[in-house]
């Protein structure tokens, strides 16, 4: 079986992140590069750990968020779809059997609110540790008379984090929010769709989805 460890040594998926992440911060996006990647990786590996699912769904989840955004070296429109595609090439080069590259191409194939939907536990593992990731680290503008209501929001969150329950069947999303930066209703204004699909993605799993911000429970 092809752990992550050997994709992170590839040097084709070495070039697309980092082309990825040049691409982004020219458009004005935030942070979609090594850190981001390597945190979905682990926190998508937990949740189905957390959820005693097997080894083999463990590391195809680990698999598909490290490569979830490689599409984004070629634009950020569809860069699911895109993402897709030259991740199940890559795979199936790499020597992965197709069912496995197949899981892995269908999983990123759906992980962008604008056109997926969980339909597989790694996908659903895939969208819950992805849409988590809102920290102002991601924020790659230094200057902060040119932040969006975007850059503002993600900026303001000062910790953020996704615990899965199995035994209470919950998967929380919990922040910490500097309202003074941003206000909560600005979050929701822009993560409305995010927290929709991961509510989608939790009840996949069997799980309700909940968000907690500042110590409140919103959802």
Request: hydrophobic share 45%.
């Amino acid at each position: 079986m092809i752990m992550l460890q050997e994709i992170k040594k590839n040097n084709e998926v070495k070039h697309l992140l980092r082309f990825a992440a040049r691409q982004l911060t020219e458009i004005g996006y935030t942070e979609h590069s090594f850190r981001h990647v390597g945190l979905v990786a682990k926190t998508a590996g937990n949740i189905l750990m957390e959820l005693g699912y097997g080894e083999r769904e463990i590391e195809l989840a680990r698999i598909a968020g490290y490569l979830h955004d490689i599409g984004n070296a070629v634009n950020r429109v569809d860069h699911a779809h895109t993402g897709a595609t030259l991740a199940y090439d890559i795979l199936i080069r790499m020597g992965m059997p197709i069912e496995d590259a197949l899981e892995i191409m269908m999983a990123i194939g759906q992980h962008d609110e604008q056109t997926g939907t969980a339909v597989s536990v790694i996908s659903a593992a895939l969208i819950l540790a992805d849409k988590a990731d809102v920290h102002r680290s991601r924020v790659n503008k230094k200057d902060k008379s040119t932040f969006s209501i975007h850059d503002k929001v993600n900026y303001a969150v000062e910790s953020s984090k996704i615990v899965v329950n199995k035994d209470n069947k919950t998967a929380e999303l919990i922040l910490g929010i500097d309202t003074e930066i941003s206000p909560v209703m600005d979050y929701f204004e822009i993560f409305l769709g995010r927290m929709s699909m991961s509510r989608r993605a939790a009840e996949y799993l069997g799980l309700s989805f909940h968000l907690d911000i500042n110590g409140s429970r919103l959802l």
